[in-house]
């Protein structure tokens, strides 16, 4: 599924790409998120216009006339109790398939604008927001010490490796590692291609790829580790951008997911000029960059 800047939706097959009109009011819509959840519903997040609920051929919308926080819907997860957590530009909010109950600064949420959800090895919800980072616990925002070190961060990518470290992409101010309570930030002086990090993918053989305004780059994970361990070494950022065949070197980030791993292995990034595909390849560590 591809969302476009412009607020249309896309699918493709690996065959053929079309356009989605599957959606009520199509051309009033401007999409910004999709997700399917477990039980095989479409999720359609907007910028205005709330969340649709796609399922059997039925179509349902949640608005702020709904007690949705905001309509401007920035991501969408499931959490283990099939609860629909939304990120938006004013709280979080969550649908338990029968009402909505929102979180806000009032509830313990560090900031009103929310850019990131994800969900840690505990089950708790991890939400990144344009000023700090929270745990939702048992239906709480609960206070982390841990995370009161990243208060005046933009949060706008999430990940968490085997070992249970975030890794966390920021607005402007590098990435960042959050390990057994310690935190720390890599920059363009450790090695960073920029340090604004829209999203954080991570394959199998160890690698981080990450997507930014400078355009995407991987780096070794063994090299990121023993740099936050205070060991020798040094990282290697491998960039890709216009010399591999992009349009634009600028990706696009600010809703998620701003980018994700196909079932083929294949990494796909959303850029101002297009969607970005890279194949990372078997042999010699090639990698193939086309722009759908």
Same mark, same amino acid.
């Given at each position: 599924?591809?969302?476009?800047?412009?607020?249309?939706?896309?699918?493709?097959?690996?065959?053929?790409?079309?356009?989605?009109?599957?959606?009520?009011?199509?051309?009033?819509?401007?999409?910004?998120?999709?997700?399917?959840?477990?039980?095989?519903?479409?999720?359609?997040?907007?910028?205005?216009?709330?969340?649709?609920?796609?399922?059997?051929?039925?179509?349902?919308?949640?608005?702020?006339?709904? @007690?949705?926080?905001?309509?401007?819907?920035?991501?969408?997860?499931?959490?283990?109790?099939?609860?629909?957590?939304?990120?938006?530009?004013?709280?979080?909010?969550?649908?338990?398939?029968?009402?909505?109950?929102?979180?806000?600064?009032?509830?313990?949420?560090?900031?009103?604008?929310?850019?990131?959800?994800?969900?840690?090895?505990?089950?708790?919800?991890?939400?990144?927001?344009?000023?700090?980072?929270?745990?939702?616990?048992?239906?709480?925002?609960?206070?982390?010490?841990?995370?009161?070190?990243?208060?005046?961060?933009?949060?706008?990518?999430?990940?968490?490796?085997?070992?249970?470290?975030?890794?966390?992409?920021?607005?402007?101010?590098?990435?960042?590692?959050?390990?057994?309570?310690?935190?720390?930030?890599?920059?363009?002086?450790?090695?960073?291609?920029?340090?604004?990090?829209?999203?954080?993918?991570?394959?199998?053989?160890?690698?981080?790829?990450?997507?930014?305004?400078?355009?995407?780059?991987?780096?070794?994970?063994?090299?990121?580790?023993?740099?936050?361990?205070?060991?020798?070494?040094?990282?290697?950022?491998?960039?890709? @951008?216009?010399?591999?065949?992009?349009?634009?070197?600028?990706?696009? @980030?600010?809703?998620?997911?701003?980018?994700?791993?196909?079932?083929?292995?294949?990494?796909?990034?959303?850029?101002?000029? @297009?969607?970005?595909?890279?194949?990372?390849?078997?042999?010699?560590?090639?990698?193939?960059?086309?722009?759908?």
């Amino acid at each position: 599924w591809i969302a476009t800047f412009t607020g249309q939706l896309y699918h493709y097959d690996r065959k053929k790409l079309e356009r989605f009109r599957g959606l009520p009011s199509d051309s009033d819509l401007l999409v910004r998120t999709v997700y399917e959840d477990r039980a095989g519903a479409l999720w359609i997040g907007t910028n205005g216009s709330g969340a649709i609920r796609l399922f059997q051929g039925r179509s349902v919308a949640y608005t702020t006339r709904d @007690g949705l926080r905001s309509d401007s819907v920035r991501q969408i997860l499931e959490d283990q109790a099939s609860g629909i957590w939304m990120a938006t530009g004013s709280g979080l909010s969550r649908w338990d398939g029968h009402k909505i109950a929102n979180y806000y600064i009032e509830d313990g949420l560090s900031y009103p604008s929310v850019r990131s959800l994800a969900i840690d090895r505990n089950g708790d919800i991890i939400a990144g927001t344009d000023s700090g980072l929270n745990r939702i616990h048992n239906l709480r925002i609960v206070s982390d010490p841990a995370f009161a070190q990243l208060n005046k961060e933009k949060i706008w990518a999430i990940h968490e490796d085997a070992d249970g470290a975030l890794w966390l992409g920021s607005r402007g101010g590098g990435l960042f590692r959050l390990k057994s309570g310690r935190l720390f930030r890599f920059t363009v002086r450790d090695g960073l291609l920029n340090d604004s990090i829209y999203q954080i993918l991570e394959l199998p053989k160890g690698k981080l790829w990450m997507s930014s305004p400078a355009g995407v780059f991987s780096i070794a994970m063994n090299e990121l580790d023993n740099l936050a361990d205070g060991k020798p070494g040094a990282i290697h950022a491998v960039p890709y @951008g216009t010399p591999d065949g992009m349009e634009s070197s600028h990706m696009n @980030g600010g809703s998620q997911p701003a980018g994700c791993i196909a079932s083929s292995g294949e990494l796909w990034f959303p850029s101002i000029r @297009g969607v970005i595909r890279i194949d990372p390849g078997v042999k010699d560590g090639a990698v193939t960059v086309a722009v759908a």
